[in-house]
């Protein structure tokens, strides 16, 4: 059986869509970002929820776009 092993978000970048915002995540781990709805009333849920549930966007197209925030790493 394999472990799920969590993916902290790097940086996320915001667009307002029909109705709602979109985010763009990209994690620190794996070759994709992320692309979701904003649902919930707190930003870093969104990213948490969209970093789990969202669909995978392809990260080299993801790195081209402007970045609304950037995370630090937990390590650091």
Request: net charge negative.
């Amino acid at each position: 059986m394999s472990t799920n092993i969590e993916n902290k978000p790097k940086q996320v970048t915001w667009f307002n869509g029909c109705g709602g915002r979109i985010g763009i995540v990209v994690g620190e781990k794996g070759d994709y970002a992320y692309i979701g709805m904003a649902l919930r009333h707190d930003e870093d849920d969104d990213v948490d929820h969209i970093i789990k549930y969202g669909a995978k966007f392809p990260l080299d197209a993801a790195k081209l776009l402007p970045v609304s925030k950037t995370y630090t790493s937990a390590e650091s």
